[in-house]
Each structure stands twice: as C-alpha cells, then as structure tokens.
C-alpha cells in the first residue's frame, strides 16, 4: 500500500538495468561494488549465503508478479492500510491536532462505500494542498499516485461495482470494449503491463540462475563459505548448521536440482532447551541467523524450524527487557576503512 503496482514495476525495471551492468561469474554477483562506477572492488569475492539470499528473493519476487497477472491492478485495502501507516506517521510528526482533519477523512474513507472511498480521499489530498511538513508531502505523493492508478484501470466501473471483486489485469486484458473510451484505454494498460510483467520475470529468473555446484564439498555435503575469484581459491570454512541463514540457500540450491537433499541433512543440529522449550542453537544467536530466512521460505506449524524461531524470539524479547535494550540483536556493521563511505 506504499506504492502503486506501476511504481514497484517501474523500481524492478531499473534495478535490474543496474543489475545487468555488473560484472558476474558464474551468475554470481560480487559482494563489493563501487556504486558510483559499478565497477568490482577487490577481492572479487562470491558469498554462498549472499548469493543463496539473493537467489531466493529473486525467485520469490517473480513469483508475487506472476500472481499479479490474476489480481486487481489495484488493491483498495492494502492502499488504505499504507495511507494509514503514512498519516501516523504525519501525526507523530506534526501533532495528532494539527492532522485531526485529515485523520477523519481518513476514517471516513475507509469505513465509507463506493464512490464515496474517493470523495473522502480527494478530500484529504485537498487539506494536504502544497504542504511540506514533515510526511505530508509523502503522503501527498501516496494519494496522487493511488488516484492516478485507480483512475486509469478502474475509472470505467460504476460506483455500484465497487464492492464486487476488482477485474483482473488478465480478464481486462481479454476483454474487447469498443463502445467505451475509458474501458479501452484500460484494455490497452493492462496488456502493456501483462507484457512488462512477463518481461521482468524473465529477467528476474535469468538473474537467480546461479551456479552453486562449484562451491560444494562432496564430501562434507556442505557449502563453503565463499570463493575468492581473484586467487582462484575456495574458503576453508563451511556452513555447517540448520540455524543460520545459509539454510535458504541450500534450500533454493535444492529445489533448482544443483544440490541433492542429503545438504540439507548434513547442516548441524545443535539441540537446546530455552524457558521449557525445544530449539536450536546458532552461532551468535542474532535474529537474523533465526528469522532471515523464513522471509521467503515456506514455515510449516509445529515444526522444529517454527519453534527454533519462536523460541529465539521470545528469548530475544525477554533479554532486553532484563538488560533495558531493545530486543532483536542482528549483525550490523560497516567498513571504518572504507575512503569512499
């Protein structure tokens, strides 16, 4: 609900051009760029974890699109809910006062029906006007680009029609509207962007199809740290347990065929008991070790992987509040050497 269908479109678009000007090896990318030139900084050095990461989201990314090909160009909750996180945020901002208006427009709008959602929200772009405090500018932009989108698919219905399920982008796309100007012009949106939806899956898998093979030990059934292309040299290191997020990739490396499941078996299982309850020993025990991974990948209940996590996290919750820190310690770091930060 933050930015529209077209924006996240457009955003893939141009992070993929980026991505199709750095150099690869063997579908990998490096992890260090010079981000003004796009050019690798030594070492040409390839993660096994960072790639595996990057794989999966790829993947899932051309996933979600795909599935957008059967839904509404235009998703009226999600975009009220994402209204909504931005307001907050103007009323943390400026005062709750100061935004009493437009949260009752808001309100309005979002308990309201049919044509009246739009007239609540105009209304609400219209106490923003050219303001330039704090989110309100954000916000302005959310409004303009939500009205925009909505106009320019869905601006043929009739009010009447709001409260059924939205057209599909695959059902405009097949429909033949001569008699309306409007419908027609949203015929011909939704197959420009059913074509531009195609295209970036393509790219997006073209981009995920890396090789993993070469950074695995047969012997071990385990993936090495990393590959140092400029020394032609594999890390010593291996990633050896379920809880970290090396699991993703073993996970993806699995699924597209390069690696077999016994990888999956051969990651460690370091059994613990945390307040009554079973779970697995990381690392460091960061979230990001625990909670990393289960972004894309599938969590099945009562499982030993959901209940490591839950058991983190609740260990991680009551951590903080005996040391009085926030909770949900990960990794986070930077290159103090780095001349260019």
């Known amino acids: 609900g933050y930015i529209t269908q077209g924006e996240v479109l457009l955003r893939t678009s141009q992070t993929l051009d980026t991505l199709d000007k750095l150099e690869h090896y063997r579908g990998h990318l490096y992890n260090w760029y010079d981000t003004r030139t796009l050019e690798p900084l030594n070492p040409r050095y390839i993660s096994s974890v960072d790639s595996g990461n990057f794989a999966g989201h790829l993947l899932t990314l051309s996933t979600g699109l795909h599935l957008w090909?059967?839904?509404?160009?235009?998703?009226?909750?999600?975009?009220?809910?994402?209204?909504?996180?931005?307001?907050?945020?103007?009323?943390?901002?400026?005062g709750a006062a100061a935004m009493a208006k437009l949260r009752e427009s808001w309100t309005q709008a979002s308990a309201a029906q049919g044509e009246e959602i739009?007239?609540?929200?105009?209304?609400?772009?219209?106490?923003?006007?050219?303001?330039?405090?704090?989110?309100?500018?954000?916000?302005?932009?959310?409004?303009?680009?939500?009205?925009?989108?909505?106009?320019?698919?869905?601006?043929?219905?009739?009010p009447e029609a709001y409260h059924e399920p939205l057209p599909s982008l695959l059902w405009l796309a097949q429909q033949d509207a001569l008699s309306s100007p409007q419908l027609s012009?949203?015929?011909?949106?939704?197959?420009?962007?059913?074509?531009?939806?195609?295209?970036l899956e393509q790219r997006l898998n073209d981009h995920a199809h890396m090789d993993f093979r070469f950074l695995y030990d047969t012997n071990t059934h385990l993936l090495t740290v990393g590959y140092n292309c400029d020394a032609h040299k594999m890390d010593s290191g291996k990633y050896d347990l379920l809880p970290s997020e090396i699991r993703l990739t073993n996970y993806v490396t699995i699924a597209t065929n390069q690696l077999p499941q016994k990888s999956w078996f051969a990651l460690g299982r370091l059994f613990t008991v945390i307040d009554k309850q079973p779970s697995l020993m990381s690392w460091s025990g960061s979230m990001f070790e625990y909670l990393m991974p289960q972004l894309v990948m599938p969590a099945y209940p009562d499982t030993l992987?959901?209940?490591?996590?839950?058991?983190?996290?609740?260990?991680?919750?009551?951590?903080?509040?005996?040391?009085?820190v926030p909770w949900g310690i990960s990794e986070s770091a930077y290159a103090a050497f780095d001349l260019n930060q």
């Open 69 to 94: 090909r059967v839904q509404p160009a235009v998703n009226l909750p999600q975009w009220l809910t994402g209204l909504e996180d931005t307001l907050y945020l103007a009323e943390n901002k400026n």
């Open 118 to 158: 739009f007239v609540h929200l105009r209304a609400m772009r219209a106490l923003i006007a050219t303001s330039s405090e704090g989110y309100l500018p954000r916000l302005a932009e959310q409004l303009d680009a939500g009205l925009a989108e909505w106009s320019a698919f869905y601006g043929w219905l009739s």
């Open 185 to 199: 012009r949203a015929i011909g949106l939704a197959r420009q962007r059913l074509d531009i939806i195609g295209e």
């Open 305 to 324: 992987l959901v209940q490591m996590c839950k058991t983190a996290v609740d260990r991680q919750i009551a951590w903080g509040k005996e040391n009085n």
